[in-house]
């Protein structure tokens, strides 16, 4: 009987140490289904976040455009002094296959709804006037192809419409006025946007187009020793410079002055029909345009 009693016991126990068991493992298995907290929660999304991008495809990863929003390729937007803003074409590479190039502006002034700019490059080589006469702006050949070769030539209708008429001061006594949509700097505007000593923003260099027609240039290969011999090591950085016109007469009526290939004037100036052995001063279009 005892023995019997011992045994009942002993498979009693044996039930209970099963029972505690199986609770044991009932409880290690609800742990194993995510945590809902919060923190876990951010966790998770950062993981999942992590997968999507590490290969992103390529077409997502382009930012939507949005509908009938984008401005038309040669409206110039609100800019600041020294932007660079394309507007118009014109022939810059001296490859005529490939079609005009986009002109690239700097802008001078903006005054809110409209701006001043100036071409970046010097786009032309050419005499500010084809006779060797006693000559203003209004009477120059340069006035007159400005307004009329350039200006249909390098913008659109379109483009042609953005372009205010601007009236400009004479600088000879007695002169009139004259109003024009495409116009060259006098060195008063000049000196106003990169007044001296600020001589290097004054600088620009030929396109490739250019040069082609014959403009001078300030080649520092040619001329180095000179100005090495005199201490002017630091010219180099003029290389490749070119002259440009001003509206602003020379020394005598029939002269007219340039801002030189390293941004200075003499104000002397040189003759209008310049045009030694084929080769000229360059040209630097100047505009308003309508914001």
């Known amino acids: 009987m005892k023995r019997l009693q011992k045994t009942l016991s002993v498979l009693a126990l044996a039930l209970m140490l099963g029972l505690a068991t199986a609770a044991c493992a009932g409880k290690s298995g609800k742990s194993e289904t995510p945590d809902s907290s919060p923190a876990a929660e951010t966790a998770g999304q950062d993981n999942a976040a992590e997968e999507k991008t590490a290969v992103p495809d390529a077409a997502s990863a382009q930012p939507e455009a949005p509908e009938n929003t984008a401005a038309p390729e040669s409206e110039p937007a609100g800019t600041t002094f020294g932007s660079v803003i394309t507007f118009g074409t014109y022939e810059q590479d001296n490859d005529a296959s490939n079609g005009a190039e986009p002109v690239e502006w700097i802008v001078l002034e903006d005054t809110g709804d409209s701006l001043l700019v100036i071409s970046r490059y010097c786009l032309e080589c050419r005499p500010f006037h084809d006779v060797n006469e006693e000559v203003t702006w209004e009477t120059s050949s340069l006035r007159a192809w400005l307004n009329d070769v350039f200006y249909y030539t390098a913008f659109t209708d379109e483009e042609q419409a953005g372009i205010l008429l601007t009236t400009l001061p004479p600088y000879t006594d007695g002169a009139p006025e004259t109003q024009d949509k495409v116009f060259i700097l006098s060195y008063a505007e000049v000196d106003k946007y990169w007044p001296w000593p600020d001589t290097d923003a004054r600088c620009a260099r030929p396109t490739a187009y250019a040069l082609a027609q014959g403009c001078y240039f300030f080649n520092w290969e040619e001329e180095k020793d000179k100005f090495i011999e005199h201490g002017n090591e630091a010219y180099e950085k003029f290389d490749g410079n070119t002259w440009w016109w001003l509206r602003k007469p020379g020394r005598t009526a029939k002269d007219v ?31 308003w345009l309508q914001k």
Do not use: F, M
């Open 257 to 287: 002055d340039y801002i030189n290939w390293n941004g200075e004037s003499n104000g002397y100036g040189v003759i209008a029909r310049y045009n030694y052995d084929g080769s000229s001063y360059t040209v630097r279009p100047a505009l």
